[in-house]
């Protein structure tokens, strides 16, 4: 999960670098839809992720990880994985033509290491004090983990949780939806007005 939040990473220094180097007012100059390249651009991150995860899935395949419920389910962790680093992405690449330069993503995505320490990735929720605890279960992140440690059959859901910790599938497709809705306009928009 913290490699698809890293999307947000990856797509901000992709947009800067594009910026940078003029390739984005070049590609302005095209007769194509103006989503088109930030679409392109988080189409081809979520399928380098999926090629990326293969390995993943082997080693730990190999070192005694099983998935605990059917194949259906896991294809759908898997698709819900890919689903949530789409969104990422998209604030990556409205951060990315916001800073306008490599040096300013790579300095402001090194704050994105912190969202995952900041969820139930690595830690439990439940053992932590109260506003820390709150922020942790309200964090897309935890709701993308507990989905997936579901879907997986890998460990229950919490109880007594957050609502989208509490609700992980609907919780992470509802995180998903909300990040679209608003930073895939706001991308576009930057893009398509010449402001990054």
């Given at each position: 999960?913290?490699?698809?939040?890293?999307?947000?990473?990856?797509?901000?220094?992709?947009?800067?670098?594009?910026?940078?180097?003029?390739?984005?007012?070049?590609?302005?100059?095209?007769?194509?839809?103006?989503?088109?390249?930030?679409?392109?651009q988080s189409v081809a991150d979520v399928m380098v992720t999926a090629a990326g995860m293969v390995p993943f899935l082997l080693v730990g395949l190999?070192?005694?990880?099983?998935?605990?419920?059917?194949?259906?389910?896991?294809?759908?962790?898997?698709?819900?994985?890919?689903?949530?680093?789409?969104?990422?992405?998209?604030?990556?690449?409205?951060?990315?033509?916001?800073?306008?330069?490599?040096?300013?993503?790579?300095?402001?995505?090194?704050?994105?290491?912190?969202?995952?320490?900041?969820?139930?990735?690595?830690?439990?929720?439940?053992?932590?004090?109260?506003?820390?605890?709150?922020?942790?279960?309200?964090n897309p992140i935890s709701a993308v983990t507990t989905a997936l440690r579901d879907?997986?059959?890998?460990?229950?859901?919490?109880?007594?949780?957050?609502?989208?910790?509490?609700?992980?599938?609907?919780?992470?497709?509802?995180?998903?939806?909300?990040?679209?809705?608003?930073?895939?306009?706001?991308?576009?928009?930057?893009?398509?007005?010449?402001?990054?």
């Amino acid at each position: 999960v913290a490699t698809a939040a890293n999307g947000i990473m990856t797509g901000m220094f992709q947009a800067a670098q594009d910026v940078h180097r003029g390739v984005t007012d070049r590609l302005r100059t095209l007769p194509i839809s103006r989503a088109a390249v930030p679409l392109g651009q988080s189409v081809a991150d979520v399928m380098v992720t999926a090629a990326g995860m293969v390995p993943f899935l082997l080693v730990g395949l190999a070192v005694g990880w099983r998935v605990e419920k059917s194949a259906l389910q896991a294809v759908g962790a898997i698709g819900l994985l890919l689903l949530f680093r789409f969104a990422t992405t998209w604030i990556g690449i409205f951060l990315g033509l916001l800073t306008r330069s490599e040096e300013a993503a790579g300095q402001l995505g090194g704050a994105t290491f912190i969202l995952p320490l900041l969820s139930n990735a690595y830690i439990p929720t439940d053992g932590l004090p109260g506003l820390l605890r709150t922020l942790a279960e309200w964090n897309p992140i935890s709701a993308v983990t507990t989905a997936l440690r579901d879907l997986f059959g890998n460990a229950p859901v919490p109880e007594g949780a957050a609502w989208p910790v509490a609700h992980p599938i609907a919780g992470s497709l509802l995180w998903c939806a909300v990040l679209l809705a608003v930073f895939a306009p706001l991308a576009v928009r930057r893009y398509a007005h010449g402001e990054g």
